[in-house]
């Protein structure tokens, strides 16, 4: 086999990206076994229920209800594979069979675990499975005791379990099709839930360095930056929603005011990215739903379970423009400079994000064309943020809608620069060609 083929073949986003659609296969399969619905379902829809739980999204074509207590304990299995990461488990194994990757296996981990380096692939490794059963045992225990205040106690631990999954992996996918909607006013549920999704959305690598230092002067530039900003995106659209929907009668017109900022936390939290609800998305305003899709594009923390172009991804933007408009050359934050490899990468990210749902939105509005655009655009920034949430038309949707949504939800889980890089293959070149200039805007 000629080296660029065999370089080509072996390549880490071909080994991540088979590793997914192996998941979903068998996913799939798993399924549409007799035993795992209780209706019978179809191989589409067996598949893009897969896909959403390998994904991590949490959109259904078929109440979860459908499915047996195996086909939803299925369900959670490929959430928390796919939340994190197939490669997180097989980097663990390799640490369990011996002491140190080779290189090529570095290479490999290093595409599913970010930026970090070779030697701390390993480490990291370790570190991810350690937090998240932690965090979901804690998480577990603490909505077992309060769905155990509403139901009996076998019920509570099942549904706990299956909640904890889905929340700390920034899934979405509740047991029935109401999701937590009845749980619009428990302070304990909204907390636990909320809590789960903000640390599943931090980044493991963020967490990891808290533990480490438990100093804001010693926390690496990174940590800051994620902190800093999912503070302010919450808080901001925390108040934002309770402005926009406290007077509406369809979501929480009703509810009593301590009530309402219980829900308008929630629909703050919910969509970086995970995709419950407390309240009918359909029913939002459209200045909210607006802002849901504006929270869904960015999403959360690199290396977590939520997805999106990512915080660091928007901020750097942000600063980059800001930069641009006072004249300056290079691009700081926390007084350390960004280098211009992660600025270009992240222009070329939202970019191709942009494209996909673009492209995504054309095509569907083409095959649902009996359905507003709104929803149409709302329900591919969901699939390609792998949020979950949607407007009604998940159900609706025709089979290559459903084909596309699908694909959305595997883009955005691999990630839109991998998904670029499979399709360009980009080769080094040392050819420098002459300066010239393009006028632009």
Do not use: C
Request: hydrophobic share 50%; proline share 4%; glycine share 8%.
């Amino acid at each position: 086999m000629p080296k660029t083929a065999s370089s080509l073949l072996f390549s880490p986003p071909i080994i991540l990206s088979i590793g997914f659609l192996l998941l979903i296969v068998i996913g799939t399969s798993l399924l549409k076994l007799p035993f795992a619905s209780i209706e019978p379902v179809s191989w589409l829809d067996a598949m893009f229920t897969a896909t959403s739980a390998v994904t991590v999204t949490g959109l259904a074509v078929i109440d979860t209800a459908n499915y047996t207590h195996f086909g939803q304990m299925m369900i959670a299995l490929l959430i928390q594979l796919g939340g994190l990461g197939f490669m997180t488990f097989a980097v663990f194994a390799f640490f369990s069979l011996q002491r140190r990757l080779n290189i090529a296996g570095q290479k490999i981990a290093r595409e599913a675990l970010g930026d970090a380096s070779f030697g701390d692939v390993t480490a990291i490794a370790k570190s991810v499975l350690y937090i998240a059963l932690t965090v979901e045992t804690i998480g577990f225990i603490a909505l077992s005791t309060f769905f155990a205040q509403e139901m009996p106690l076998p019920s509570a631990l099942y549904e706990g379990f299956f909640y904890t999954i889905s929340a700390f992996n920034n899934a979405g996918f509740g047991l029935n099709a109401a999701n937590l909607t009845p749980y619009v006013s428990h302070p304990g549920i909204n907390l636990v839930i909320t809590s789960l999704i903000i640390i599943g959305g931090l980044g493991f690598i963020v967490i990891k360095d808290l533990i480490e230092h438990r100093s804001w002067s010693k926390v690496s530039v990174n940590t800051k930056l994620v902190l800093t900003s999912t503070v302010v995106i919450n808080l901001v659209a925390f108040v934002l929603f309770w402005l926009l929907e406290h007077n509406n009668p369809k979501t929480m017109g009703g509810l009593s005011f301590g009530n309402q900022l219980i829900a308008s936390w929630f629909q703050a939290i919910t969509p970086r990215t995970a995709g419950f609800n407390t309240i009918p998305i359909e029913s939002l305003t459209d200045a909210s739903t607006h802002l849901t899709m504006f929270l869904m594009f960015v999403g959360g923390g690199s290396l977590s379970t939520a997805s999106g172009i990512k915080v660091g991804t928007f901020v750097i933007l942000i600063i980059t423009t800001w930069t641009f408009l006072r004249g300056r050359d290079d691009v700081t934050v926390f007084e350390r400079r960004i280098p211009d490899r992660l600025v270009r990468k992240s222009l070329a990210l939202v970019s191709i994000t942009m494209m996909l749902i673009f492209m995504s939105v054309f095509v569907l509005s083409i095959v649902e064309a009996d359905h507003p655009l709104e929803d149409v655009l709302f329900e591919v920034v969901s699939a390609l943020s792998t949020v979950g949430l949607t407007r009604g038309l998940t159900t609706q949707l025709s089979d290559v809608g459903k084909v596309v949504i699908m694909i959305m939800m595997f883009a955005g889980r691999v990630g839109p620069l991998t998904l670029a890089y499979l399709i360009t293959m980009p080769k080094s070149s040392r050819v420098q060609y002459p300066e010239t200039t393009v006028l632009i805007g």
